[in-house]
């Protein structure tokens, strides 16, 4: 392993295109693209990495696999009759099917969804014990204690985020937002802002691929159904393309990460912060196809 990750990584600094970062939130905008980092947690708790793995990155949308974790954890499947399970086949903040399916989003990954569930872990609380929810979910998960919101990034998409805004409004008019739209979209905006390394995350996602001595924070049935919705929907328009090359369960994030799990194998995170057309990791979804290939590891 430690072999394919150091060939891996080489392959990635070969390369001229590293893809263009986020530039709708400025924080992530100035980020550096040509950066690299992948980490692989095998079954006996082993930590394999190469390239930046100790460097925290802006985790964002991975985060939505925690907080669906926790809501569904808070609500049981009542939560499916606020968001459903299909892949949108639009970008991740797309406002055209929330219009067509009156406020009902097509899934949790995308934003309007991740808005949705968010608000359903805030109902009856103060946005700080959602997320504190949240973080402690991810800290307990990864078993690290050093995981921290970057207020930065956090104010720097509050700022810029009028599409989300948006969406939270949209969602409100059709009833399927139970707080004020600003209070749900703070703590939406600071559940993204959560920064963690590729070490963390590898570690982080070892109870989704059901790895012996992961914390147990989610029953086998509901770890297969969100490593399907991860399948199906967690890179947005580009996950029928990220089936194709890999054959994993995978989350993006517009940071630049990629939380990767081979059920019963490995968790896998991959960080480089250029992306690509779909507003996913342009070298991370390279270097998730070259792992794929290398270690067979396609659930196909
Ligand atoms: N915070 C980002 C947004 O809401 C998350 C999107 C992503 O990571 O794909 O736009």
Redesign the pocket.
């Known amino acids: 392993m430690e072999d394919i990750l150091k060939s891996i990584t080489a392959s990635i600094f070969q390369q001229d295109d590293w893809g263009e970062t986020a530039q ?2 400025p924080e992530l905008a100035s980020v550096d693209p040509k950066q690299f980092a992948i980490s692989v947690c095998l079954p006996d708790g082993k930590l394999i990495n190469a390239g930046a793995a100790s460097k925290p990155f802006s985790v ?2 991975i985060t939505k696999v925690f907080s669906l974790i926790a809501a569904l954890g808070r609500t049981g499947d009542q939560l499916w009759s606020r968001v459903g399970r299909e892949p949108s086949g639009t970008s ?2 797309s406002v055209v099917l929330l219009e067509k399916e009156k406020g009902r989003p097509r899934n949790p990954f995308v ?1 309007a969804g991740a808005i949705v569930t968010t608000d359903a872990l805030l109902s009856g609380r103060e946005p700080k014990m959602a997320l504190t929810e949240i973080l402690e979910l991810i800290k307990y998960m990864s078993q690290s204690d050093d995981i921290y919101i970057n207020e930065d990034v956090a104010t720097s ?1 509050q700022e810029t ?1 009028a ?2 805004k948006a969406l939270a409004y949209y969602l409100k008019s059709h009833g399927n937002l139970e707080n004020e739209p600003e209070l749900t979209l703070g703590t ?2 600071h559940q ?1 802002a959560i920064e963690m390394t590729t070490d963390q995350l590898a570690m982080a996602g070892a109870s989704l691929a059901g790895l012996k001595g992961a914390p147990a924070v989610l029953s086998l049935q509901r770890a297969r159904r969100v490593n399907a919705l991860m399948m199906t929907c967690g890179h ?1 328009d580009g996950s029928g393309d990220f089936a194709f090359r890999v054959g994993l369960p995978g989350k ?4 630049g990460g990629l939380l990767v799990i081979a059920p019963n194998v490995a968790s896998v995170a991959i960080w480089s912060p250029g992306l690509n057309r779909y ?1 996913n990791s342009h070298a991370g979804t390279r270097a998730a196809t070259m792992l794929s290939n290398a270690t067979k590891w396609s659930v196909f």
């Open positions: 709708y939130i964002q949308s991740f903040d934003n998409e985020g599409r989300n939406y905006f993204c947005y993006s994030g517009v940071g507003g």
